[in-house]
């Protein structure tokens, strides 16, 4: 009896911690790849919530360097379409100045005031003066005819 107590307390000594210790061990791989698991897939979550603010982030500087690129072109366009407006002008009023000036009378008066308007367009008003002295040199030359056909023309 004793005997089998001895066997018993040893299978127990033995056995028992070796159970125990198998248990353990494979408790720990079970919860050592759950763990795994759950790293992974908030790993992976975390990855793609990334990609996703990358992307929005993203399209947000491509819009916004669009935006920037498309106002600067717009600017350098409208002020390209002012200068050559002012050119246009300048041109024109040079050429009605140049005109008047080998005209007489009302002719002359016609085209000066056409110039004396394009250089209002152009903002030169150096030459506006020139023309507007000249307009007032050649105005008490005209006859109330000449001034009729200057209101209808």
């Not at 028992?16 to 791989?29: A, D, E, H, R, T």
Request: one cysteine or more; glycine letters at 4%.
């Amino acid at each position: 009896m004793i005997w089998a107590i001895s066997i018993a307390f040893a299978v127990i000594g033995i056995i028992v911690p070796l159970l125990i210790q198998w248990y353990q061990g494979s408790n720990l791989k079970r919860i050592e790849r759950e763990a795994d698991v759950r790293l992974k897939n908030s790993l992976s979550e975390s990855e793609e919530s990334l990609r996703k603010d990358f992307d929005v982030i993203n399209q947000d500087l491509k819009r916004e360097l669009r935006e920037g690129i498309e106002n600067r072109l717009d600017k350098k366009i409208q002020d390209y379409d002012d200068k050559l407006k002012k050119l246009e002008s300048q041109s024109i009023a040079a050429i009605f100045h140049l005109q008047g000036n080998t005209q007489r009378g009302v002719l002359a008066i016609s085209d000066y005031i056409s110039a004396a308007n394009n250089y209002i367009e152009c903002k030169d008003n150096m030459n506006l003066q020139t023309m507007l002295t000249s307009i007032k040199k050649i105005l008490p030359q005209l006859s109330i005819q000449d001034l009729e056909y200057l209101e209808d023309h």
